[in-house]
Structure formats: C-alpha cells, structure tokens
C-alpha cells in the first residue's frame, strides 16, 4: 500500500478563493483525521471521522471550513473563503481499528494565502 | 476531555548520549494507547513507539524506550546513545481503546543532537 496520500502537497492561493485538500486513506482503514500545524499553535486537530461518519468537528475554527468523506477511502477538506491565517501545514492521519489507534500520517499540505 | 502535555518545548542532547523527553496526560479511562512521533524537517509524522496502558512492562524499539508510570499519567521518552538523525520534533499522544476515538497530540519538543 503507498500509504496515505495528500494532495496537493503545497498549495499558494489568493485570499477569498476557495481551497480543497485532499486525502486517500489507507484500504482497509476506517478512522480519518484532519489535523492542522502551525508554529503558534502546534498540531490541532480539527475534524475526525469513523466509518465516515463525522464524530468530533469541534475543531473546525469557522464556518468557512467543512469536511467531508464521501466514500471509505478518501476524504476532502475545503476552505472558503480562505483568509491568510489559514495558511499551516495541513495533515490528515488514518487508522484501522484492530491496530490499537496507530495513526498513519499523510505528507500533508502546505497551504499558503496570500 | 482528555489532555497531553509536553513541558519541553526544547531539548539537546550530544551525540552518543542519552536523552529523556517528558509527557504527561489526563484521563479517567483505564484502557488506552500511548504513543510518540517524530516529525523530522521533512515534516513526515513517523511512529516511533506504542504503549497499551493495560501492559506494565515498558515498550522499546531499539534505541528508544519508554518510562510509563500509570498511575502518574507519566509517558516519558529514552533515546539512547543519540544520533544526528534522531533530531526532530517529538510528539507525544493519546486515543482512548474504543474503536472510533480521538487521538490527541501533546505540543510537541523539538529536539536537537549536537555533535
């Protein structure tokens, strides 16, 4: 398996345009996490997924953002309108359930707005 | 809810030496994962070591080995004999055993190897 695959891996867009990020999971996984990265504020966690049911989005900072699973292997995270301090390193983690919550990490997404 | 804390935001080791990283975390539960990530320049999150809270015998992977003392909620990380690659950012995190839970990362300890 090549693992979880993010894209893009970086990404420069104008402040208003609207932003998706992607991930693939790993076959056979089940769990999906959103996870954001930023020198101020570390690695947070901004949305999780079981079974593609969303669980957990209270880490999600606005409105402007949304997640979404709509089949068991891939997942998107959109932005819109996306503002400057979004701009972080954007990862998302999958994990079976019969590993005992060992996640698998994505390269993640560096996204900068301008 | 549960929390991790890692009160080192910085560490150094010499090379050849050996160093601890500290972390402790909050719950009410009994049955959980540990575990530490490096994250090198690279920014690639790589497991390093797993501990199931319902085992007292202290997990190693090599070089690396933990210090888990349950009742403290204490979950602390050995390098030992210290290498120019083990530097990174080291994070620490927890999910509770139920299948679907969050996994939660403490702020991370970025670590530097000096030669």
């Known amino acids: 398996d090549a693992g979880v695959i993010q894209s893009p891996r970086h990404e420069v867009t104008e402040m208003g345009q609207e932003v998706t990020l992607r991930c693939k999971l790993i076959?056979?996984?089940?769990?999906l996490f959103w996870y954001r990265q930023t020198m101020m504020r570390g690695l947070e966690l901004l949305i999780y997924?079981?079974?593609?049911?969303?669980?957990?989005d209270s880490g999600m900072p606005e409105d402007r953002f949304s997640a979404k699973m709509p089949n068991a292997s891939f997942s998107t995270l959109k932005i819109q309108p996306s503002e400057p301090r979004d701009s972080a390193v954007y990862f998302c983690?999958?994990?079976?359930?019969?590993?005992?919550?060992?996640?698998?990490f994505g390269q993640g997404t560096r996204l900068t707005v301008v | 809810a549960q929390t991790v804390t890692q009160s080192q935001p910085e560490m150094s080791v010499q090379e050849a030496e050996t160093v601890t990283l500290s972390c402790t975390y909050d719950?009410?539960?009994?049955?959980?994962?540990l575990f530490w990530y490096k994250q090198p320049p690279s920014r690639q999150m790589i497991l390093v070591i797993r501990?199931?809270?319902?085992?007292?015998q202290n997990a190693t992977e090599n070089r690396f080995s933990v210090n888990f003392q349950k009742a403290a909620k204490s979950f602390s990380l050995k390098i030992s004999d210290s290498q120019l690659g083990d530097a990174a950012m080291y994070f620490c995190?927890?999910?509770?055993?139920?299948?679907?839970?969050?996994?939660?990362f403490g702020e991370g300890t970025q670590l530097t190897v000096n030669p």
């Open positions: 983690a999958s994990s079976p359930t019969t590993t005992g919550g060992i996640a698998f």
């Open positions: 076959s056979g996984h089940n769990s």
């Open positions: 997924f079981n079974n593609n049911v969303p669980i957990d």
């Open positions: 719950t009410s539960e009994s049955d959980y994962y």
């Open positions: 501990q199931e809270a319902y085992k007292q």
């Open positions: 995190a927890y999910i509770k055993e139920t299948s679907g839970s969050r996994l939660t």
